[in-house]
């Protein structure tokens, strides 16, 4: 067997039932094994975009998706996805073709390092040299991805190693010696968890994206219930507890909810679930949490400590490690019931804000378009977002009812990897409508994706927030420079119907809201991809806004 | 990264492999880590390398390096020596001016107090061995600092714990 067959046999052994990617000169062995195999080949337009495929598929499959990319500009091309999803922690296993072993070094024709340029975004990067070691390389490459810390995994293939012949095993198990990652949380420390939590007044649970890597929303919902906690969750944790719920605060941060960054400075004792104290969830490091007792549960030792240090740390999978402190507190636990006076505090802080928040005054604002589209999707709908003001109106008004039907670029605020993502997300889960909240300058960047959703049947609704501007750096030239713009004009350029239209998808543009209605309506019914074009003044801003640096009890409301 | 704090010697089994140095200096790199010396070499087990790194940092620090180093997927495993339960040693060769007699007999004094080799000697130079404690290095390096160091070439800290210490 070949070692480009060998790799697409271990694929198919794995489960993956599609792979994203573009060919090219050193990687045409695996495009040659591909023929007759039994996964889907999607062709992108460009191999960023097959990464962000991959990405988005892994997201909601909650398994590692594909991608392939030939070398030189091909690999090169999927740095961004590689990194966009080591930032996210999400499991992406990308394949490079690369020049021949004897090139290796001699400035090939398109000959890249990908190792070495990968290396800073990637959980670990491949480069078999005999076509022998393919079956096990793909085994440990899936294993290193999915398991532990999600990450992206790099397998870079010498073009003749894939052309290579030799006698094939196919390993069912594989030891990593340098890598064992803790699941299992150690019972003293959920000990002392179990005692902070019982003596604290006015407890909150920060849920991150750890939740959502590990699934662990009944469990996240159980403990929450059990304890009448008020939830908030960092912005990559939006959707990691219902949104609807009656304990649900939304995201907290730079561009959280205002309630949620008030609540979450009275409390007593935070339970941080799967987050890594971001800046841009927590603001400043030293101010965040003074005074209050801080949980913190991870399943990466080096999160422990790294940003913010704390009381008590429970390092493994938070499915299990939520599930015992659940257990040892349903034996302790006396109720908080609605007259409580913290869960009294939650109610009187979420109307506190509805009432003084006001909304930007015009028929279509994004705040009233993003409400409606909650509104007319099912449920199970899945979103994703672009990166800018509208992935922070989506932070913001978008509710998530199922968890874990929400994702976005948040880490990397990878601009154009939300069109795509969505387009991989389609292929995970076809059944349900899927969403990319967007902004013209980010579905610029990989609008030609739209060949990939039309021809490959993988219809999903583009709903641009379209200012024609670079809203977000718009935004923060208004607030720090004075209204100095600078480079932020997009000049009513390009015609977005037009662009839906030319790639054979459907345009609308929708000016007011019975019409918006309508489009979105049409947009579900729909068998190919719908751009909804909404044009939105270009002054809006996003409240509230705790700018870069500062705490957040310092946050703008614009009220 | 912190410049004060305390000197700290870091050992590491990483697989004996190509590319493992450079995810390590990748790393120290990417995360602002400051390192005083690094040295790696083979040990009794010929698919791992030990690897011995110094470095003056403050606690905190110290922390997030041993947990990033143990995160990379080609280290095996790391410890922080204690300096008191662990031997450690650098070599160093300094060449040095040397034409007259009596600088030469100087130095040649001062290498055998100091337990270390002249190991070439020429015309105009001479050239000295001598391995110890980096402490024991910079007191013999300022010794003959006078008569003008030409080259100097020191290799890092290699560290083992001692006796039965694991
Ligand atoms: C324009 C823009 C604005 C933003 N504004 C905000 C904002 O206002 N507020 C905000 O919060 N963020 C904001 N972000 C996102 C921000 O940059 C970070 O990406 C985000 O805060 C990180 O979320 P997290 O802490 O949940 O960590 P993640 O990046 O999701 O990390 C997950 C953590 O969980 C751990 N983990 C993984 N799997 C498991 C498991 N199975 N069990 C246990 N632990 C696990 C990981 O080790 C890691 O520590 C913004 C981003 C952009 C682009
Ligand atoms: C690839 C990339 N380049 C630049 C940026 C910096 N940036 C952040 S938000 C933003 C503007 C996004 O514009 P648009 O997609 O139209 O969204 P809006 O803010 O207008 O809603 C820019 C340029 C980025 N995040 N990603
Ligand atoms: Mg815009």
């Known amino acids: 067997m070949t070692g480009a067959k060998a790799l697409i046999h271990a694929l198919e052994k794995e489960g993956v039932d599609v792979v994203f990617g573009l060919p090219g000169g050193a990687n045409l062995p695996i495009y040659d094994a591909l023929v007759g195999a039994n996964l889907r080949h999607v062709l992108v337009r460009h191999e960023q975009s097959a990464a962000h495929m991959a990405d988005g598929y892994a997201r909601i499959k909650r398994k590692a998706g594909v991608c392939f990319a030939t070398s030189g500009p091909g690999a090169t091309n999927i740095v961004t996805g590689l990194a966009t999803a080591y930032a996210d922690s999400s499991p992406v296993v990308a394949v490079t073709g690369q020049v021949p072993l004897a090139m290796i070094g001699k400035d090939a024709f398109q000959e890249t390092d990908i190792i070495g340029i990968s290396n800073p975004c990637t959980k670990y990067a491949f480069q078999p040299r005999t076509a022998v070691e393919i079956p096990e390389t793909v085994k440990k490459a899936f294993y290193i991805s999915e398991s532990g810390r999600p990450g992206p995994v790099l397998v870079d293939i010498p073009k003749d190693v894939q052309q290579a012949t030799a006698d094939m095993h196919f390993p069912d198990l594989i030891k990593v010696r340098g890598y064992n990652p803790t699941t299992d949380a150690d019972m003293s420390e959920i000990g002392r968890a179990v005692e902070l939590l019982l003596k604290a007044e006015r407890p909150i649970i920060m849920a991150g994206g750890g939740v959502i890597l590990s699934g662990a929303f009944p469990e996240l919902q159980a403990l929450a219930e059990l304890m009448m906690i008020p939830v908030v969750t960092t912005f990559k944790g939006k959707g990691a507890f219902p949104e609807n719920h009656p304990l649900a605060m939304g995201p907290i941060g730079m561009h959280g909810h205002a309630e949620a960054n008030k609540i979450i400075l009275e409390a007593d004792c935070i339970l941080a679930v799967g987050a890594r104290f971001s800046d841009r969830s927590v603001g400043r490091f030293d101010e965040f949490g003074k005074g209050m007792s801080i949980i913190h549960m991870d399943i990466d030792p080096a999160e422990i400590g790294k940003n913010k240090s704390v009381d008590v740390a429970i390092v493994g999978d938070v499915k299990s490690s939520l599930r015992t402190l659940v257990k040892w507190l349903s034996k302790k636990i006396t109720k908080r019931d609605a007259e409580d006076p913290w869960l009294r505090r939650r109610k009187e802080l979420i109307q506190y804000y509805q009432e003084t928040i006001k909304d930007y005054p015009r028929e279509i604002t994004a705040k009233k378009s993003i409400k409606k589209l909650r509104e007319l999707l099912p449920a199970n709908a899945i979103a994703t977002t672009e990166v800018g003001q509208c992935q922070m109106w989506a932070s913001l008004h978008f509710d998530v009812i199922t968890p874990g039907t929400f994702f976005s670029s948040t880490g990397l605020g990878t601009m154009g990897f939300g069109f795509p993502a969505s387009i991989g997300a389609k292929a995970a889960r076809p059944q349900v409508p899927v969403v990319d909240i967007a902004g013209d300058g980010s579905f610029n960047m990989t609008e030609n994706s739209l060949a990939v959703s039309v021809l490959e049947k993988l219809p999903v609704i583009v709903f641009l927030m379209n200012n024609y501007m670079l809203g977000m750096v718009a935004q923060w030239q208004r607030t720090f420079y004075n209204r100095r713009y600078s480079g932020v004009h997009q000049h009513r350029c390009p015609d977005y119907v037009k662009i839906a239209e030319a790639y054979g998808a459907q345009g609308i543009r929708a000016q007011s809201m019975a019409e918006l209605e309508n489009a979105i309506k049409t947009a579900l019914k729909s068998d190919v991809a719908t751009v909804i074009d909404i044009p939105i003044d270009p002054d809006e801003d996003v409240y509230p806004f705790v700018a870069p640096g500062s705490s957040l009890k310092d946050m703008i409301t614009g009220a | ?166």
Do not use: C, H
Request: overall charge neutral.
């Open chain 2, 1 to 166: 990264m912190s410049q004060n704090g305390s000197w700290y010697i870091v050992s590491a089994l990483v697989e004996n492999k190509p590319g493992v140095l450079f995810r390590i200096t990748n790393l120290f790199r990417a995360r602002n880590f400051n390192i005083d010396s690094i040295t790696v070499g083979i040990t009794e087990q010929p698919d791992l390398s030990r690897m011995t790194i110094t470095t003056k940092s403050d606690e905190k620090t110290l922390d997030q390096l041993v947990k990033q180093l143990r995160k990379l997927i080609d280290v095996v495993e790391v410890k922080v020596l204690d300096t008191d339960k662990s031997v450690f040693r650098e070599l160093a060769l300094i060449k040095m001016k040397a034409v007259d007699p009596t600088t030469r007999s100087e130095i040649m004094n001062y290498a055998s107090v100091f337990r270390g080799n002249i190991i070439d000697i020429g015309k105009e130079t001479m050239t000295v061995e001598i391995t110890g404690t980096p402490d024991k290095i910079d007191a013999f390096k300022s010794l003959v600092e006078q008569y003008g160091i030409t080259q100097l070439a020191r290799t890092g800290v290699s560290a083992l714990p001692r006796g039965a210490e694991l």
